[in-house]
């Protein structure tokens, strides 16, 4: 993970962060040998390749070599049963990992409303509900949240291993939560942003430093 509002929010939510640089992908069994858990990021567009189709008009940068690490990480935490956030970019790595699909741009995508918002200050801008018993739902103590937006991608066909819990009212998915093993959540929007504001935002952190402190 990386990013100073992310290792804040971790810190606010009574862990310790350990930052990880993008190095080679033949590191990710090194950093789970030294972490209770893994914290996936926002940041660039997921290369397409990774499942199965091509650039399509409206794909912003991407970047491989993180791809490959992230994906590397991922794996590593996952077949060991660590607890595992993804945040934004972090949800749609989760969901390819798995076998799942995104859309490469939601403007091309009939029927959404805006989901990249020009204020950057992380204030909510739309609704999100909650399956009631989700982990999310319960973290937060209501199924009724507002988050902030700032994404272009988004999660199309979720697969098999992962189930949604999370979606905005023009139906996009907002949120997922893993089938079996340790806790793996992933949000798309960025609490990392809010939290300071709207403290109710700390709760992914909270569930995943809560899950790490149980498991260690």
């Given at each position: 993970m990386t990013g100073r509002n992310y290792a804040q929010a971790v810190v606010a939510a009574g862990g310790l962060p350990l930052l990880a640089p993008t190095v080679d992908a033949a590191l990710a069994p090194a950093y789970l040998a030294r972490a209770d858990a893994l914290l996936l990021t926002g940041g660039v567009d997921v290369d397409p390749a990774h499942f199965g189709e091509p650039p399509r008009p409206g794909l912003g940068r991407v970047d491989g070599q993180r791809d490959a690490f992230e994906?590397?990480?991922?794996?590593?935490?996952?077949?060991?049963?660590?607890?595992?956030?993804?945040?934004?970019?972090?949800?749609?790595?989760?969901?390819?990992?798995?076998?799942?699909?995104?859309?490469?741009?939601?403007?091309?995508?009939?029927?959404?409303?805006?989901?990249?918002?020009?204020?950057?200050?992380?204030?909510?801008s739309?609704?999100?509900?909650?399956?009631?018993?989700?982990?999310?739902?319960?973290?937060?103590?209501?199924?009724?949240?507002?988050?902030?937006?700032?994404?272009?991608?988004g999660l199309d066909a979720v697969p098999d291993g992962l189930r949604a819990v999370g979606s905005s009212g023009d139906g996009l998915i907002e949120a997922v939560e893993g089938i079996g093993?340790?806790?793996?959540?992933?949000?798309?929007?960025?609490?990392?942003?809010?939290?300071?504001d709207h403290p109710s935002s700390l709760a992914p952190f909270r569930l995943l430093v809560e899950a790490a402190r149980s498991a260690a």
């Open positions: 994906l590397a990480l991922y794996r590593a935490f996952r077949v060991a049963g660590r607890p595992i956030l993804g945040v934004c970019r972090g949800i749609q790595l989760i969901n390819v990992a798995e076998g799942g699909t995104l859309h490469q741009h939601l403007p091309d995508v009939a029927g959404l409303f805006q989901h990249r918002q020009v204020d950057l200050g992380g204030a909510p739309h609704a999100v509900q909650l399956e009631r018993r989700s982990r999310l739902a319960m973290a937060y103590g209501t199924t009724d949240i507002r988050v902030n937006s700032y994404h272009h991608q093993g340790g806790l793996l959540v992933g949000v798309q929007w960025h609490p990392e942003m809010s939290w300071r």
